[in-house]
């Protein structure tokens, strides 16, 4: 826009262009797209929630095994109280939607309520159906933990969650030198090891197994088989390397002025963005050029933009 290149040279100007720019960032946007997000992220929640409604219903609960978290003492209670799964799902889940409509922000209660209640009906309409692997606690945990992981790495994805456990680590983490991951395993494990006095002992650890998978899951769905990583690389044959890197990986590349911390010398540093495939080939490509070339390599959980698209290689 005209507004962000326009040269500046006083205090006025400033002022001017910063007016600009507060009513450009305050135009709404396409509602049309506002729509299209909402449908989008509704319909992934209802996968996901209907996806772990199934891991629960006809793998993991017709024989006895367990997820972690509240969906884990939810199981517990509907077992004990022979009341439905759903019904504990729904109200052992609300208070933390309170705190986390407080704390986290209403966007992301509102689609965990969403998600918590679709799963609810969903374990409800499916009770009464028959198990795929009765009496089979081991093909149970992994079938049902493949198939609750992804259900719960959907729901992530759009904004939700379907199980307070980790809005309470949240919070929490705050609070305390633990970390959320730390946290979640801590009362996890307690709760996974508590199903050995409703269930059984073989079925706590097949519930571990089960939680294990489920976990291994969430994080392939949400980052992805083919995870990106982006790849920080210094070399004084910054120019042959990034040349190599289009040629041979089909990727662009982007040049970044840099200056070492103790020589204070001007420096090119190439940035681009891989999948972890491609990992092995680009060091190979930097190895060719340079030897001694710096590189640093670090994940990332999403790409959006640019051009990250491949281009043909040869």
Do not use: C
């Not at 504990?88 to 689609?111: C, D, M, R, W």
């Amino acid at each position: 826009m005209s507004v962000v290149s326009k040269e500046v040279h006083n205090l006025s100007e400033i002022t001017d262009v910063t007016g600009e720019l507060t009513k450009i960032s305050k135009i709404p946007a396409n509602p049309k797209n506002k729509a299209k997000r909402l449908f989008q992220r509704a319909a992934m929640i209802i996968f996901g929630a209907a996806l772990m409604a199934v891991g629960l219903e006809i793998f993991l609960v017709p024989n006895g095994v367990i997820d972690g978290g509240v969906t884990g003492i939810s199981i517990m209670a509907s077992k004990i109280t022979g009341y439905p799964l759903g019904i504990f799902l729904t109200l052992l889940n609300l208070p933390f939607l309170v705190i986390g409509y407080k704390q986290i922000g209403k966007t992301f209660a509102l689609s965990t309520l969403f998600g918590i209640i679709v799963m609810s009906i969903g374990t409800t309409l499916l009770h009464s159906v028959n198990a795929l692997t009765p009496g089979e606690p081991l093909l149970g945990a992994i079938f049902g933990g493949v198939i609750l992981g992804v259900g719960v790495g959907l729901v992530i994805r759009s904004g939700g969650s379907l199980d307070g456990t980790e809005i309470v680590a949240i919070l929490v983490s705050e609070k305390t030198p633990f970390s959320v991951g730390e946290i979640v395993l801590f009362v996890n494990i307690f709760i996974l090891g508590s199903a050995g006095f409703v269930f059984g002992w073989p079925n706590a650890l097949y519930s571990m197994i089960a939680y294990y998978i489920a976990m291994k899951m969430i994080d392939i769905t949400i980052e992805g088989l083919d995870q990106s990583k982006s790849v920080w690389i210094i070399s004084e044959k910054y120019r042959d390397i990034g040349d190599a890197l289009t040629d041979r990986l089909g990727r662009g590349v982007t040049y970044l002025e840099g200056e070492g911390g103790f020589t204070g010398e001007s420096k090119k540093v190439i940035f681009v963005v891989i999948t972890r495939l491609e990992e092995a080939k680009l060091k190979n490509i930097v190895e060719d050029w340079d030897p001694h070339a710096f590189v640093a390599i670090g994940n990332i959980h999403d790409v959006k933009g640019g051009r990250f698209k491949k281009k043909g290689i040869h």
